[in-house]
């Protein structure tokens, strides 16, 4: 007659894993539909893209051949893809520099005022609540040049002389672009740069302004160093938002004049849409793909190096 060898605790421990299977499987249902849909969305049309950027695909045929690496090779000899990506790297730098500066500014002022701070924090916000497509459409009738809003400032002050032609102008259509960017995204970073200043403990601003430090010396010494994980942050989406910028160019310069805005994410439209070349066009957003991951993972590299733990 056989004997159960097996221990009361061994025994314990099993039932217990009995009891928990039937709340595994459930945990497992629970996410599966979740699971199904990025798969779809998300996986297949990834690795369905990094295999259509080595082919001719037009976009609409069954025709799908397979050509190589000719698309790269392109891409490497054409002076519009040169253009493009010299006008997106000039557009993230700036960018990324004006929204970041205009934020802390705007952070400063709205935490330092004891009156309608939130109607301020409105105010700055507001502009981030517009569409892309929007904000494009209102500033292509503040800077027309004919019957615009700052033209007619200008003629009212008798300075239509002064005019410029911000967006048929090869030489000002970047900076028009620039400009309504900034004024779109900087309450963004602005909240979290608020929210970065009111975590700073208010006794070491009031230790340091008793110690004869002014109001520069205390922020390059205390607020700026202890910003930096809100500054890591606003870095790091402020480029990868200014690098696959579309919306404001699509609809104020179309990436012209000529292709004075054109960057690499509108060429890949251009490309992709406008001319029927899906798989040169995708295997141009594989490499802005790679772009910005690129800088994304230095971004983090450097910036988190000089975060201060409070």
């Not at 004049?257 to 066009?281: H, N």
Request: proline residues 3%; charged residues 15%.
């Amino acid at each position: 007659m056989a004997m159960n060898l097996a221990s009361p605790g061994r025994a314990a421990e099993t039932m217990t894993v009995k009891r928990k299977r039937p709340w595994i499987s459930f945990s497992v249902l629970f996410i599966l539909p979740s699971f199904l849909l990025y798969t779809l969305f998300v996986i297949v049309p990834t690795f369905s893209s990094i295999y259509l950027s080595f082919t001719s695909w037009d976009g609409v045929s069954t025709d799908i051949r397979y050509i190589g690496f000719d698309n790269f090779v392109e891409m490497w000899h054409s002076e519009r893809v040169h253009n493009a990506l010299k006008n997106t790297l000039i557009l993230s730098a700036v960018l990324v520099v004006l929204e970041n500066v205009t934020a802390i500014a705007l952070a400063i002022v709205v935490d330092q005022v004891r009156w309608f701070r939130n109607l301020f924090r409105s105010v700055f916000y507001f502009p981030v609540l517009l569409s892309g497509i929007v904000m494009g459409f209102v500033w292509t009738i503040i800077l027309n040049y004919n019957f615009g809003v700052v033209t007619q400032l200008l003629d009212g002050m008798g300075l239509g002389g002064l005019k410029i032609d911000w967006l048929g102008n090869p030489d000002y259509a970047l900076l028009a672009i620039i400009m309504t960017t900034v004024w779109k995204s900087s309450g963004y970073y602005m909240i979290i740069y608020l929210a970065g200043l009111q975590g700073i403990p208010a006794e070491l601003t009031e230790a340091a302004s008793i110690d004869g430090a002014n109001r520069w010396q205390q922020f390059r010494h205390i607020t700026f160093p202890l910003l930096a994980g809100a500054m890591t942050v606003c870095v790091m989406l402020s480029m990868i938002a200014s690098l696959k910028i579309f919306d404001q160019i699509a609809v104020m310069t179309d990436g012209g004049p000529g292709f004075a805005t054109e960057t690499l994410t509108y060429i890949v439209y251009k490309v992709g849409f406008g001319e029927l070349r899906q798989g040169y066009g995708t295997a141009l957003s594989l490499v802005l793909f790679l772009l910005i991951l690129i800088v994304s993972l230095i971004q983090i590299r450097i910036l988190r190096k000089r975060e201060v733990q409070m």
